[in-house]
């Protein structure tokens, strides 16, 4: 079963939520870091503050992806039992290739400080969404999808 949505480009967007006995599969991750107690976000230099994500690697599966994603942009370093593979969510693109992105729920164990984040400008910690400026928000956290996938967080009792 799956929940469609539309996105800023007007594009069709079906996710599916998922468990532990499903297979990601996904070209791209997205990744909803918990660290002590707080969402790990991190700043893209040009779309601003959003949740850390990226395309898989060749050779790489989605949890591989999901720990590099995450350790390149806020250098944060998990223990592969706290990674949970939630939703994915395929976008139907108009003008260019679908692609497929495998979303995870993954609990921080320590931030490691970092010279250089690549695209992004390292981490930052809020409560939740609603505390970050909306100018400050990449388009990406006010996309029906990736909202769906932190209340699935939530009600899977994740994140209060």
Request: glycine share 6%.
């Amino acid at each position: 079963m799956f929940v469609k949505f539309k996105d800023k480009e007007n594009d069709d967007v079906y996710l599916s939520l998922k468990d532990e006995n499903d297979i990601p599969d996904g070209d791209h991750v997205l990744v909803i870091p918990i660290y002590q107690g707080q969402l790990l976000f991190t700043k893209h230099k040009l779309r601003g503050i959003e949740f850390p994500g990226g395309k898989r690697e060749e050779g790489e599966s989605s949890e591989q992806a999901c720990e590099r994603e995450l350790f390149e942009e806020t250098g944060a370093l998990i223990n592969i039992k706290d990674q949970h593979y939630i939703a994915q969510y395929c976008v139907n693109r108009q003008n260019s290739l679908p692609f497929t992105k495998d979303v995870f729920m993954v609990k921080v164990d320590r931030l490691q400080t970092k010279n250089d984040y690549l695209e992004t400008e390292g981490p930052l910690l809020f409560n939740s969404i609603s505390d970050i400026k909306e100018e400050r928000k990449s388009y990406l956290l006010k996309d029906a999808a990736i909202l769906q996938c932190l209340e699935r967080v939530i009600e899977l009792g994740f994140y209060a």
